[in-house]
């Protein structure tokens, strides 16, 4: 079976920092690959969508970016963090093959910036 | 960007009843998809429908997606305490591919 792994789970950082948070998934290949924050209760927002390696859309003009280097692999990175960039942060893969497939999360990372 | 209008925000009911809430939207819809998000979690997958008019079960819960193709529903019958969390809608607009729209979400909560 699928599974998606995130890590950290929790990270605080200090305003200036740099950021790298990591999503890998197992058990498929040539997955669709997203990025989305959320803020305390509210909805999802798309950040990053990736459909192959080296391969990124960008939703929102902010702070971050994203890779991803191999198949199964979603990086999420910034190169000075702002207060306004905490938040909780979710990784998403789906099947890349046929159209409107669902998505499933990883577990998260709360990000809070000091 | 497109809104999916989710209601109730919240609601707080008690165990053993059973729970409605929906999703609407001005925009016609190809699929529509329903999560349940616990704190500090990331949201699970419920329920998938794929065809205006699909009525699908998941246990406890039922979803439709509505004829119009511009709104869905989901119930939960029954509640127990673990169905507390908040409950998303998304779906995928017409004309884009691999970029979910979310609803604001249904918060809910249950009592003994």
């Known amino acids: 079976s699928q599974t998606i792994h995130q890590w950290p789970a929790t990270l605080v950082q200090p305003v200036g920092s740099p950021l790298s948070l990591e999503c890998t998934v197992e058990g498929t290949s040539n997955p669709n690959l997203y990025w989305y924050r959320q803020a305390a209760g509210r909805g999802l927002q798309l950040l990053f969508y990736?459909?192959?390696?080296?391969?990124i859309s960008s939703e929102v003009p902010q702070n971050l970016s994203a890779s991803r280097p191999q198949d199964r692999q979603f990086i999420l990175s910034s190169k000075k963090l702002l207060l306004s960039d905490s938040g909780f942060y979710l990784c998403?893969?789906?099947?890349?093959?046929?159209?409107?497939?669902?998505?499933?999360f990883g577990d998260g990372t709360r990000l809070s910036i000091l | 960007g497109q809104q999916l209008n989710q209601s109730p925000q919240s609601m707080f009911i008690q165990e053993g009843e059973d729970v409605s809430m929906n999703c609407t939207s001005s925009s016609i819809f190809n699929t529509w998809l329903w999560y349940k998000q616990d704190p500090g979690e990331g949201p699970v997958l419920l329920i998938a429908l794929y065809k205006a008019g699909e009525l699908t079960s998941n246990g406890r819960l039922t979803a439709q997606f509505g004829i119009t193709r511009k709104d869905s529903f989901l119930n939960i019958s029954a509640s127990i305490p673990s169905d507390v969390g908040i409950y998303f809608c998304?779906?995928?607009?017409?004309?884009?591919?691999?970029?979910?729209?979310f609803g604001t979400g249904t918060r809910l909560q249950v009592t003994l």
């Open positions: 998403a893969w789906s099947v890349r093959a046929g159209v409107d497939q669902p998505q499933h």
């Open positions: 998304a779906g995928y607009l017409t004309g884009t591919a691999s970029k979910l729209t």
């Open positions: 990736s459909i192959g390696i080296d391969q």
